[in-house]
């Protein structure tokens, strides 16, 4: 049974704490800045904190599951650290602007800018949700505790 909840727990946080995008902590010039579209590397280390944080008390604590109504939930009580730890690597290394933008605005693909754009942020979510999805649900990672 394929469980999405964790699949839609990842892809949302990676969304909405993507530096630049709605918030970024610290900012350029201040300790927070809104949709400025830049990134840092102690930005993108704080925003992964944070989405750790976020991503162990919905998957973790809360056990947040979407799957088929209609077979039984027969889901393993022991922690399944795996949405969790490739989540977060997943994150750092697709956060736009850290490794690659791609695109840029004048460039198809750059590296280490720490700039993003709305369609750089969109193609990076695109990547994120394709290879957690294939981790998670056709690979079937688990690392339990």
């Known amino acids: 049974m394929s469980d999405w909840g964790p699949v839609f727990v990842a892809v949302v946080l990676f969304i909405l704490l993507t530096p630049g995008l709605l918030i970024q902590v610290p900012g ?84 280490g800018s720490m700039k993003t754009n709305g369609k750089a942020i969109a193609i990076h979510t695109v990547l994120f949700f394709a290879i957690y999805a294939v981790s998670i649900l056709a690979a079937h990672l688990h690392i339990y505790t």
């Open 28 to 111: 350029k010039s201040r300790y927070i800045e809104f949709g400025n579209f830049q990134t840092s590397g102690v930005s993108i280390l704080v925003h992964s904190i944070i989405y750790f944080a976020l991503i162990c008390i919905f998957l973790l604590a809360v056990g947040v599951h979407i799957s088929n109504l209609f077979k039984s939930r027969n889901f393993l009580v022991m922690a399944d650290w795996a949405p969790v730890v490739i989540g977060v690597v997943l994150f750092v290394l697709l956060s736009p602007g850290l490794l690659f933008s791609f695109p840029r605005n004048s460039k198809q693909l750059e590296f």
